[in-house]
């Protein structure tokens, strides 16, 4: 098997979760006793928080790129980062290192390309909600998105924020998003992309009145096939 790195703890517990769901696909795969190769370097979120100013986002693009190269100079073979608003500087990141990188929305994109969703609405946090750097991901593989929806996104971002990050699920947080998938429903969206690593705790994602594409279940499971040798 081949050796996976893993930019992590953006947050500790969608980091969980990735390691988790990387492991149980390899166990699947290898056998019972068989766990993933992987080198995993978790940052602390507090450096990494709520970013809003370019110089915010160059100090982040600084941090994750020394990662990178940590990991690769380690014996990384593939590079991940475990986060999707992260992906605002994976270019800056990719520039620098020479192991290749699997991007969180290609894997998405190219998953719901198969599936043939032509339109879709995008569920995340105010960065990646309006960011082009995410969105133009999907829409290259023939996903016609929906507006943002901006009503939405303050309520969003203090569940993901103030909640979802240390593992805290609610009632109350699980009813928002019901409501919120519903609306996309009624507005034309075919399915749902999750687009914050932490969402899969409040949504479920295998019975929804819409189709779920989670971004974590997704990409984890691309981490491990390429561990695997499957890509």
């Known amino acids: 098997m081949r050796k996976l790195g893993m930019i992590g703890g953006m947050s500790w517990v969608s980091t969980r979760s990735y390691y988790e769901q990387i492991n149980r696909h390899v166990q699947k795969h290898k056998g019972s006793q068989a766990s993933a190769p992987m080198l995993i370097e978790s940052l602390d979120f507090s450096q990494l928080y709520r970013l809003d100013t370019d110089q915010d986002w160059e100090a982040a693009a600084a941090i994750l790129i020394a990662s990178a190269k940590r990991l690769e100079q380690a014996g990384a073979g593939m590079l991940m980062i475990g986060a999707n608003s992260m992906h605002r500087v994976y270019r ?73 990050i240390v593992g805290r699920a609610t009632r109350n947080a699980e009813r928002v998003f019901k409501t919120i998938i519903t609306e996309q429903a009624q507005e034309g969206a075919q399915a749902i992309v999750l687009a914050a690593t932490e969402l899969e705790q409040v949504v479920d994602v295998d019975a929804n009145v819409l189709p779920i594409y989670d971004s974590t279940r997704i990409h984890a499971q691309r981490g491990a096939e390429w561990i695997l040798g499957e890509d």
Do not use: Q, W
């Not at 020479?98 to 998405?108: G, K, N, Q, T």
């Not at 998105?145 to 309520?155: Q, T, V, W």
């Open 92 to 164: 800056e990141i990719e520039a620098e290192i020479s192991i290749p990188m699997l991007h969180i929305a290609e894997c998405v994109g190219e998953r719901m390309a198969a599936d043939g969703v032509k339109k879709a609405a995008l569920i995340g946090t105010r960065n990646v909600m309006t960011g082009g750097f995410y969105r133009r991901r999907l829409v290259s593989h023939g996903v016609d998105l929906l507006p943002p929806d901006m009503d939405s996104m303050e309520a969003i971002d203090r569940i993901i924020y103030d909640d979802l």
